[in-house]
């Protein structure tokens, strides 16, 4: 089985810039649902569709929350999905994300939740400067097999889920992921090498808040680095993927802890690559010295099976079907949404 081409992204595609760019601030579109359609992938390269966009003007602090989902089945043939999502603003900044997995084919004897999938790409979105955000979902394919295979796009959408959330008190977004990360960073598991705790973030303050909702999106990888001739000798990797959410006292010593959200994953050989979502709602502690400092990061322990790794970025990715300009994302990454 050929290696997964990955493909994360954040950018405001050029192509939507008549379209979207000379309407009225009051008219921009923040919401949108994609059109279900049969998509053809080929084989050793990339399909690459958009499927909607979203617009936002914004100011030099604000920090927006961007999500995009979407469900596809029926596949003739292994066939890898991407949700890639690339934002970009008239002030120059750009962010890319991307998570994907494998959808089995339709008739595989295999679990339902493989043979139809539902991807979810969110992050949050802080130009630093005023300007008008535009944010386009991608989807991306390819046929793990030869030749062509089919895929149903079921359905999916794109918004602002929050167009105004809280900042640390650095006027910076509580967000680990790219931007500590080299592009296409990917980090090992095995029996040696049994832990890995990112994305992380350092400690970081807040004006009082009543909690956070944390999130933790992971994109989980088997049979790393993929053997020659892509022969995996053994079938699945299980690991133990935990959201660790901390707050923090005055005087520096923790003061209260939670992981409550966590799951054991299995990736199977056939599914190469599986996005594990986490999210916890965090109530933050008041007295006893407590502070609204906090820290969060997604730790990932290596249980049984093949060789497997963490993706935290990835670089290279064609801008477009048959193009040979090329882009880096973020994968893995993890946030905070204050309430």
């Not at 390819?142 to 079921?154: D, E």
């Not at 400690?203 to 999106?217: H, K, M, Q, R």
């Not at 959201?243 to 923090?248: D, H, Y």
Request: a neutral charge.
């Amino acid at each position: 089985m050929k290696r997964r081409i990955f493909a994360a992204a954040v950018a405001c595609a050029a192509t939507f810039a008549g379209l979207l760019g000379a309407a009225p601030a009051a008219q921009a579109v923040t919401s949108v649902t994609f059109t279900p359609r049969t998509v053809t992938s080929p084989h050793d390269t990339q399909y690459v569709a958009s499927l909607g966009s979203v617009q936002l003007a914004m100011t030099a602090g604000q920090t927006a929350y961007v999500y995009s989902t979407l469900r596809a089945n029926n596949a003739s043939n292994t066939t890898l999905i991407d949700n890639e999502v690339r934002c970009s603003s008239t002030s120059g900044w750009t962010k890319n994300e991307v998570l994907g997995q494998n959808v089995l084919i339709a008739s595989a004897n295999a679990p339902a939740s493989l043979r139809d999938i539902g991807v979810t790409t969110r992050f949050l979105v802080h130009p630093g400067a005023a300007g008008t955000v535009t944010c386009t979902t991608y989807l991306r394919s390819a046929n793990l097999g030869l030749g062509n295979s089919t895929v149903r796009l079921v359905s999916g959408e794109l918004k602002f889920a929050d167009t105004s959330v809280a900042n640390t008190t650095a006027g910076t977004p509580p967000q680990a992921d790219d931007g500590d990360t080299p592009p296409g960073r990917v980090l090992g598991l095995d029996s040696s090498a049994k832990t890995v705790r990112e994305p992380a973030t350092e400690i970081f303050e807040t004006a009082p808040v009543t909690g956070l909702s944390v999130f933790g999106d992971l994109e989980l990888m088997a049979c790393y680095p993929e053997p020659a001739g892509y022969d995996c000798p053994v079938n699945e990797m299980t690991a133990r993927v935990t959201l660790f959410v901390n707050q923090w006292k005055a005087d520096g010593t923790l003061c209260k802890s939670d992981s409550s959200a966590s799951v054991t994953a299995v990736v199977r050989r056939d599914v190469h690559h599986l996005v594990v979502p986490l999210n916890t709602h965090f109530a933050a502690a008041t007295g006893n010295g407590c502070v609204p400092k906090f820290n969060f990061y997604v730790k990932t322990d290596w249980v049984s099976g093949s060789t497997g790794a963490v993706q935290l970025a990835a670089s290279g990715l064609p801008d477009a079907a048959g193009s040979t300009s090329t882009h880096n994302d973020a994968m893995s990454h993890a946030f905070a949404v204050a309430y």
